[in-house]
């Protein structure tokens, strides 16, 4: 079954301790994204990925990471993560710049 | 940079009514253009996209937008709401052209409920 998989679904943490979110994808899609979802301010891209080894910055980077080593991984990394990113996050994919995107379930982080 | 207006964060109809949920962009060059809805506790689902062609899309779920770009509009409807359609709705714009990169940018979506 073609999927975008995120782990974990939920995670509460404190203040400054780093963190990993995991995503993969089995559908050998080129391009990656992560997202934030906060209320009333809908969904706002965090990083991007075209290919391996190319990424860049979407509209609310700061505070966040991204590696891609592998075309069907896109880990976000938090390094310290703070109260402000307390926030729904979400990865997906898609095969060319003009598709839809396929989207995983989500991750719910409380930052305390 | 691209923005999205969807007008109104929350709609209420009745069960059978007509659904319509409003999404304009500001790009001067028709971008691509996606409606995605989002169930509780679930990622987004694609509903319908227009890239080129003709201008009323039709989706799944009986849902249907058209692009017009006069009013740089791309607004969503369904003739009958059914109580199952109560969601979360984005509409979204991605520049075109693969030196546009992965940029996709969303609207602040619109919660509809449906009334029995």
Same mark, same amino acid.
């Given at each position: 079954e073609a999927q975008v998989t995120q782990n974990p679904r939920y995670l509460i943490t404190v203040t400054g301790k780093k963190l990993t979110v995991t995503c993969s994808q089995n559908m050998n899609h080129e391009y990656m994204s992560w997202y934030r979802q906060d209320p009333g301010l809908g969904l706002r891209q965090i990083y991007y990925s075209m290919n391996v080894e190319v990424t860049d910055k979407?509209?609310?980077?700061?505070?966040?990471?991204?590696?891609?080593?592998?075309k069907r991984n896109f880990p976000l990394i938090l390094e310290s993560p703070s109260p402000n990113q307390t926030s729904l996050y979400f990865c997906a994919s898609r095969l060319e710049y003009n598709q839809p995107q396929h989207f995983g379930d989500g991750t719910r982080l409380s930052i305390l | 940079?691209? +923005? /999205?207006?969807? #007008?109104? %964060?929350?709609? +209420? /109809? %009745?069960?059978?009514? #007509?659904?319509?949920?409003?999404?304009?962009? +500001? +790009?001067? /060059?028709?971008?691509?253009?996606?409606?995605? /809805?989002?169930?509780?506790?679930?990622?987004l689902q694609l509903l319908l996209k227009y890239t080129t062609g003709a201008t009323l899309v039709k989706g799944i779920n009986g849902f249907e937008a058209e692009f017009k770009k006069s009013e740089t509009s791309f607004h969503l409807t369904k003739p009958s709401a059914h109580m199952s359609d109560a969601a979360e709705y984005f509409c979204a714009v991605s520049d075109r052209g693969r030196n546009a990169g992965n940029m996709l940018t969303f609207g602040g979506g619109t919660r509809l409920m449906v009334k029995p």
């Open positions: 979407g509209d609310v980077p700061e505070g966040y990471k991204v590696s891609r080593k592998e | 940079a691209q +923005s /999205v207006t969807q #007008l109104g %964060s929350h709609v +209420s /109809v %009745s069960e059978g009514a #007509l659904v319509l949920l409003r999404c304009n962009y +500001s +790009s001067s /060059v028709p971008p691509y253009l996606f409606w995605y /809805v989002q169930y509780p506790n679930q990622g």
